[in-house]
């Protein structure tokens, strides 16, 4: 960079002895300001982001270099509100150069009068380098040479420098639709639905309010949201008596309306011509629960419990027990719309005979109804003060006798097939087996043994267990099978039988199972791990001589292989002999 210091001319040589030379001329004669050239500058988009010009050198071109998606406003109209972009300003100067002016070194633009209600223009908050224009609020249509007036202003003297015009085109059109929508996710219908804020439909999540969305979409940038505009009105066609709405598009259930159904929202522009009177309407409900009703479904749950009912809770077979059975409860809304509350906090069940039917409590969350001793109770179920429903259930003397048992225990091992499998384990492990219980009503128990309903009722007093088997497995009164030791010769038959009740025959279940001692630690087991330990072949019809092998595992545990010098084999006296 070369500096004038004195009045004169110097010839500058770049390269060395034979580069290239250039003369400059220093000038005693002062610079100064001729003009002003202004431009505005935007992106051609409906809207400006500040943050999106840089702080750069603007070179005088044609298109105005402020990158490539930049160009003069004349070659491009403001088409939207607030759209506008950076003043671009640069002084002619009196030897015939240009020179930028930023607001950092005196450059100040205001609209002229004609532009004052049309255009506004600021210093850039994330960029100081350059002013803002953009179109305001409500402006109208207006294009001319002398929309802003570009200043340089001396920052000593405050004097003007030099001043000149910025070009503005400024073409709003009108809009093309108007829309509006409820943005609340409002009930289970069609139609946005919402409550009165005491009614008992809050307690399912029905809302008391609903936001409404606007928007009017123009030729040039597409929707606009007019939700919280100053120009968009909000006024009630019908439903005035059921609900309020705010300026911002709130709806509201008025708490002390008594009535239900339909409303309809007008939403207008009428101080905005842009809008072109257009204008759009939304409708929306307000419901109320107008009722509940009820059922008494079979406690515990079991496959198809869900779509029976139950009105008569019997005796369990003979014992002293009575069946369960679970509220099931739902509301209707004004709006046709039902929701499940079985399991909702603010159901409420009572009983008004307790010495047959107890007050009911919760359990997982729903009332389960329990006889206690015969007679009937009228059951209600309410849902708020109002709602409310009322019916009678029968608790019976008479049996719901068991008609089918059916073993369900998962043993160790499903082998071998045709049986309920293998129970192998360590000596004196315990299983609890699981039984499916069938009554003469139709009820089950899903199990009767472990289930929810053994609680209630011990399964010891209707269902009776055995073994014929007991060295290998026995099997206590409440279920509880023990390996005691392998079987060699068959498998242990457990059986399940419920009593003769009330006249019905005796009622049994059959589970052929085998049963296998692991290895302890330390120790050898000899023969197959499921089912039978040897074949029935080597253990029924032996011959003398013969010789067969058997697979033989060891527990070696975690630890590290143990060493066997010698081990013993027990068998019965009657068992071929082993010689080797």
Same mark, same amino acid.
């Given at each position: 960079?070369?500096?004038?210091?004195?009045?004169?001319?110097?010839?500058?040589?770049?390269?060395?002895?034979?580069?290239?030379?250039?003369?400059?001329?220093?000038?005693?004669?002062?610079?100064?300001?001729?003009?002003?050239?202004?431009?505005?500058?935007?992106?051609?988009?409906?809207?400006?982001? /500040?943050?999106?010009?840089?702080?750069?050198?603007?070179?005088?071109?044609?298109?105005?270099?402020?990158?490539?998606?930049?160009?003069?406003?004349?070659?491009?109209?403001?088409?939207?509100?607030?759209?506008?972009?950076?003043?671009?300003?640069?002084?002619?100067?009196?030897?015939?150069?240009?020179?930028?002016?930023?607001?950092?070194?005196?450059?100040?633009?205001?609209?002229?009068?004609?532009?004052?209600?049309?255009?506004?223009?600021?210093?850039?908050?994330?960029?100081?380098?350059?002013?803002?224009?953009?179109?305001?609020?409500?402006?109208?249509?207006?294009?001319?040479?002398?929309?802003?007036?570009?200043?340089?202003?001396?920052?000593?003297?405050?004097?003007?420098?030099?001043?000149?015009?910025?070009?503005?085109?400024?073409?709003?059109?009108?809009?093309?639709?108007?829309?509006?929508?409820?943005?609340?996710?409002?009930?289970?219908?069609?139609?946005?639905?919402?409550?009165?804020?005491?009614?008992?439909?809050?307690?399912?999540?029905?809302?008391?309010?609903?936001?409404?969305?606007?928007?009017?979409?123009?030729?040039?940038?597409?929707?606009?949201?007019?939700?919280?505009?100053?120009?968009?009105?909000?006024?009630?066609?019908?439903?005035?008596?059921?609900?309020?709405?705010?300026?911002?598009?709130?709806?509201?259930?008025?708490?002390?309306?008594?009535?239900?159904?339909?409303?309809?929202?007008?939403?207008?522009?009428?101080?905005?011509?842009?809008?072109?009177?257009?204008?759009?309407?939304?409708?929306?409900?307000?419901?109320?629960?107008?009722?509940?009703?009820?059922?008494?479904?079979?406690? /515990?749950?079991?496959?198809?419990?869900?779509?029976?009912?139950?009105?008569?809770?019997?005796?369990?077979?003979?014992?002293?027990?009575?069946?369960?059975?679970?509220?099931?409860?739902?509301?209707?809304?004004?709006?046709?719309?039902?929701?499940?509350?079985?399991?909702?906090?603010?159901?409420?069940?009572?009983?008004?005979?307790?010495?047959?039917?107890?007050?009911?409590?919760?359990?997982?969350?729903?009332?389960?109804?329990?006889?206690?001793?015969?007679?009937?109770?009228?059951?209600?179920?309410?849902?708020?003060?109002?709602?409310?429903?009322?019916?009678?259930?029968?608790?019976?003397?008479?049996?719901?006798?068991?008609?089918?048992?059916?073993?369900?225990?998962?043993?160790?091992?499903?082998?071998?097939?045709?049986?309920?499998?293998?129970?192998?384990?360590?000596?004196?492990?315990?299983?609890?087996?699981?039984?499916?219980?069938?009554?003469?009503?139709?009820?089950?128990?899903?199990?009767?043994?472990?289930?929810?309903?053994?609680?209630?009722?011990?399964?010891?007093?209707?269902?009776?267990?055995?073994?014929?088997?007991?060295?290998?497995?026995?099997?206590?009164?409440?279920?509880?099978?023990?390996?005691?030791?392998?079987?060699?010769?068959?498998?242990?038959?457990?059986?399940?039988?419920?009593?003769?009740?009330?006249?019905?025959?005796?009622?049994?279940?059959?589970?052929?199972?085998?049963?296998?001692?692991?290895?302890?630690?330390?120790?050898?087991?000899?023969?197959?791990?499921?089912?039978?330990?040897?074949?029935?072949?080597?253990?029924?019809? /032996?011959?003398?001589?013969?010789?067969?092998?058997?697979?033989?595992?060891?527990?070696?545990?975690?630890?590290?292989?143990?060493?066997?010098?010698?081990?013993?084999?027990?068998? /019965?006296?009657?068992?071929?002999?082993?010689?080797?």
């Amino acid at each position: 960079m070369a500096t004038g210091l004195a009045p004169g001319s110097a010839t500058i040589r770049v390269g060395g002895a034979g580069g290239a030379t250039t003369v400059v001329s220093v000038d005693s004669d002062p610079v100064y300001a001729v003009c002003i050239s202004g431009y505005l500058v935007h992106d051609g988009g409906a809207t400006f982001t /500040p943050s999106s010009i840089p702080a750069r050198s603007l070179a005088i071109t044609d298109t105005i270099a402020v990158g490539a998606a930049y160009r003069k406003t004349l070659d491009a109209s403001l088409v939207a509100e607030n759209a506008g972009g950076a003043i671009a300003a640069f002084a002619l100067l009196s030897d015939g150069s240009y020179f930028e002016v930023l607001p950092s070194n005196g450059l100040q633009v205001v609209p002229y009068a004609a532009f004052s209600t049309i255009l506004n223009s600021s210093s850039l908050s994330s960029n100081t380098d350059y002013y803002r224009a953009f179109v305001k609020a409500n402006s109208n249509n207006a294009a001319s040479q002398f929309a802003l007036r570009a200043s340089w202003i001396d920052r000593c003297s405050n004097a003007t420098l030099a001043a000149g015009p910025v070009a503005a085109n400024v073409s709003l059109p009108t809009a093309s639709s108007v829309s509006v929508s409820v943005v609340t996710a409002c009930g289970t219908g069609a139609t946005c639905s919402i409550t009165r804020p005491a009614d008992p439909a809050v307690n399912i999540g029905r809302k008391t309010g609903a936001q409404l969305a606007v928007s009017i979409t123009f030729p040039s940038q597409g929707a606009v949201d007019f939700t919280n505009d100053a120009r968009t009105l909000y006024s009630l066609a019908s439903g005035a008596d059921l609900v309020s709405v705010s300026a911002t598009g709130f709806v509201s259930a008025l708490p002390s309306a008594t009535g239900t159904g339909p409303v309809t929202i007008n939403v207008t522009f009428p101080s905005y011509a842009r809008a072109g009177g257009k204008w759009a309407s939304v409708v929306l409900r307000v419901d109320v629960v107008a009722g509940i009703s009820w059922r008494a479904t079979p406690y /515990p749950t079991y496959t198809g419990s869900s779509s029976a009912s139950t009105t008569t809770l019997r005796q369990i077979h003979c014992s002293t027990k009575y069946q369960r059975a679970a509220v099931v409860a739902s509301i209707v809304l004004t709006d046709s719309t039902s929701a499940d509350v079985s399991t909702n906090s603010f159901l409420a069940v009572a009983s008004a005979t307790t010495s047959a039917i107890p007050t009911p409590t919760r359990v997982s969350s729903q009332y389960v109804l329990v006889g206690s001793s015969a007679g009937t109770s009228q059951i209600t179920v309410s849902f708020g003060a109002n709602i409310t429903s009322t019916a009678p259930i029968v608790v019976s003397a008479a049996s719901a006798t068991v008609t089918a048992l059916q073993w369900t225990t998962t043993w160790q091992s499903a082998l071998p097939a045709g049986s309920s499998g293998t129970f192998a384990a360590l000596r004196g492990a315990t299983k609890t087996t699981a039984v499916r219980v069938s009554f003469s009503d139709g009820t089950q128990l899903t199990d009767a043994v472990t289930g929810a309903q053994a609680a209630w009722v011990p399964v010891s007093s209707y269902l009776s267990f055995a073994s014929d088997d007991v060295e290998s497995i026995s099997i206590s009164a409440s279920g509880v099978a023990t390996l005691e030791t392998s079987s060699y010769r068959r498998a242990a038959v457990l059986s399940v039988t419920a009593a003769s009740c009330d006249g019905t025959t005796a009622v049994s279940g059959l589970s052929s199972v085998y049963a296998n001692v692991e290895p302890a630690l330390g120790d050898i087991d000899l023969g197959n791990r499921y089912g039978l330990p040897f074949s029935t072949d080597q253990i029924n019809t /032996p011959r003398v001589g013969q010789l067969f092998s058997v697979p033989m595992r060891i527990n070696f545990g975690t630890g590290p292989y143990f060493t066997f010098t010698s081990f013993n084999l027990n068998y /019965p006296s009657d068992w071929p002999k082993v010689y080797s």
